[in-house]
């Protein structure tokens, strides 16, 4: 996305992207998935560290964050979902060394729920290992950043507030 995109509190991000905190239920109990990858900003030189995120990225030419979203979370998680609302969103300051500028990013997050598999092939840069299905605690402990701990912990409790209207 060349063009800067402007927001109403005039703040310029150079780039956008969307995600999903997907959920589904088994026994009662909600899962959520987590996606498991090879990050490619290790922190050690030459070394490849394995991150545990939800599924997430740029959006295309004209396309929303709604429809970026239900499609990284069908790439990504190779799952079809739904969206039920809005969870928040993440701004994100990061140094791209290849055009050696800081880059101002802003993620927006949709609580899903889970339809069905997906067998959309997966095509970036990224390494997909795994997607894994966990309990809000597993995800808690093995999600990479806390920004998205914070979003899935809002993720929970709008789900349980929907369950919870008749």
């Known amino acids: 996305m060349e063009e800067q995109t402007k927001i109403k509190d ?4 150079d ?8 959920f589904k239920t088994e026994k009662g109990k909600a899962l959520w998935l ?3 990858y090879l990050s490619r900003r290790p922190k050690k030189a030459n070394k490849h560290e394995v991150v545990y995120k939800f ?3 740029h ?3 004209n396309e ?3 429809q970026a979203a239900l499609r990284e979370v069908e790439e990504e998680g190779r799952v079809k979902s739904k969206i039920v609302s809005k969870i928040g969103s993440n701004d994100y300051i990061i140094w791209d060394k290849l055009q050696k500028k800081k ?3 802003k993620v927006t997050f949709f609580l899903m729920e889970y339809l069905g598999e997906s067998n959309l092939k997966y095509y970036d840069i990224e390494v997909i290992l795994d997607r ?7 995800a808690t402990e093995k999600l990479a950043f806390d920004s998205e701990k914070v979003l899935l912990r809002k993720a929970k409790i709008q789900l349980e507030t929907k369950l919870k209207k008749p």
């Open 15 to 22: 780039e956008r992207s969307a995600g999903g905190i997907v």
């Open 10 to 13: 005039n703040l310029y991000y």
């Open 64 to 66: 929303v964050l709604k």
């Open 55 to 57: 599924p997430k990225g």
């Open 34 to 36: 987590v996606v498991k």
């Open 132 to 138: 894994v299905w966990m309990s809000y605690e597993e």
């Open 59 to 61: 959006l295309n030419d």
């Open 103 to 105: 880059i101002i990013k």
